[in-house]
């Protein structure tokens, strides 16, 4: 919600009038630090929108606000020109709404285009985030990051490295809708404030790794040629993308990473296909790379990869791992009821490879279980397994 800067404002009046963290009207507003708050500037105060409402006979501005749980002040600041003594019937007034709703609806599929539209309206309610693109895909479709907080604890979520278990897109966006309807309204998730986490975690998400494959599986072959014959090829004829997992030229995302990928050059696929095709060499997928660049400039202290199915969370990777991943994975399996599994024959993961080259933990979150893609139906359950886990990750 926008308003307009008035004689003798701060964030700080701000901050008590709409009953928010300051914290998160300042980082709504880096531009116009505190020190240059001037009158006539447009302030932006998340978590509000504006909406209109008519006056009837017998409306007073107080009667307004107290039937909204508003102060009279807030409705004055975004009715600058408003004389309160002579409200007229049928006359538009703006008042603020409160949102205490989510915006993102996890349980449809949920394709790349709907996760954009909820990311635009996330920024817009709540400015205090920031949404770069770390890059783009085969089929030139920008691969968003959302961060959120700005404390030392760096930490690092991701989805959708595998198409068609696009389910934990949907899963991470509620936690992240959630975590800001915690914030802005300062009520708890499962008795944990969020603010101090907000303060001390810089939680970086990208919530969808592999939008090309992710829209493969949920709409079918993309209009563009030559990618539109090439999928079907792929696929071995078949029409059916169920199965699919890889990045939209058959490369498999997460067997990408220079961590012993030549083992699994040797035994996996030889060629483009719907899964296990390492690539001709690692890091080759702008995807992949994309992880990469962005895993090393943000120096993470620690990064979970959300993946379907099995009920199981990797944590070793060749015994490189430091001994804090064994507690932080105990703490996971607690409150998740997941099972622990130190290490698996599997190489060239982007949590190996993230194990091997920083020495810091590194997750493979497998979450719900049955066939990929998961239903819909498991969404709710799954949600709540995972939770905990997203919440693990912020305070262990
Ligand atoms: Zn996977």
Do not use: C
Request: aromatic share 10%; no cysteine; proline share 7%.
């Amino acid at each position: 919600m926008d308003i307009v800067v008035r004689q003798g404002d701060s964030y700080w009046k701000y901050s008590q009038l709409f009953q928010l963290p300051l914290q998160l009207i300042l980082d709504s507003n880096r531009e116009i630090p505190a020190n240059q708050l001037h009158i006539g500037q447009t302030i932006k105060i998340p978590g509000f929108v504006v909406t209109n409402y008519q006056i009837r006979a017998g409306d007073t501005l107080w009667a307004i606000a107290q039937r909204r749980n508003l102060s009279l002040e807030s409705l004055l600041l975004v009715n600058p020109n408003i004389n309160p003594g002579a409200l007229r019937i049928g006359q538009t007034v703006r008042v603020p709404l409160r949102i205490i709703w989510r915006v993102v609806e996890g349980r449809q599929n949920y394709s790349y285009d709907l996760m954009m539209e909820n990311l635009v309206r996330l920024k817009s309610i709540y400015p205090f985030i920031t949404i770069p693109s770390i890059g783009r895909t085969v089929l030139n479709r920008a691969i968003p990051e959302v961060n959120i907080g700005g404390g030392n604890k760096k930490v690092h979520y991701n989805a959708s490295f595998h198409a068609n278990e696009w389910i934990t897109t949907p899963v991470v966006m509620t936690f992240l809708n959630d975590y800001l309807l915690a914030l802005t309204n300062q009520t708890p998730i499962r008795g944990l404030y969020m603010l101090p986490y907000y303060q001390q975690v810089s939680l970086s998400i990208v919530p969808m790794v592999n939008p090309d494959g992710v829209n493969l599986v949920l709409n079918g072959p993309p209009s563009e040629e030559p990618w539109r014959s090439r999928v079907v090829e792929i696929n071995r004829g078949s029409r059916n993308f169920s199965g699919w997992k890889a990045n939209i030229r058959g490369v498999d995302l997460n067997d990408q990473f220079p961590a012993k990928w030549e083992i699994e050059k040797e035994r996996r696929e030889q060629a483009p296909a719907p899964r296990d095709f390492p690539g001709e060499k690692p890091l080759s997928e702008p995807e992949s790379i994309a992880m990469a660049e962005l895993t090393r400039r943000k120096n993470f202290n620690r990064v979970l990869a959300f993946h379907t199915q099995g009920e199981v969370i990797y944590w070793g990777f060749e015994n490189l791992e430091p001994p804090e991943a064994e507690t932080i994975v105990n703490e996971f399996a607690r409150v998740s009821g997941y099972t622990p599994v130190r290490t698996v024959d599997s190489y060239a993961g982007y949590k190996d490879w993230f194990i091997q080259d920083w020495r810091r933990p590194g997750f493979t979150v497998e979450l719900g279980s049955g066939v990929n893609p998961l239903p819909l139906s498991q969404f709710n359950e799954i949600y709540e397994e995972t939770l905990g886990i997203f919440l693990a990750g912020l305070y262990m």
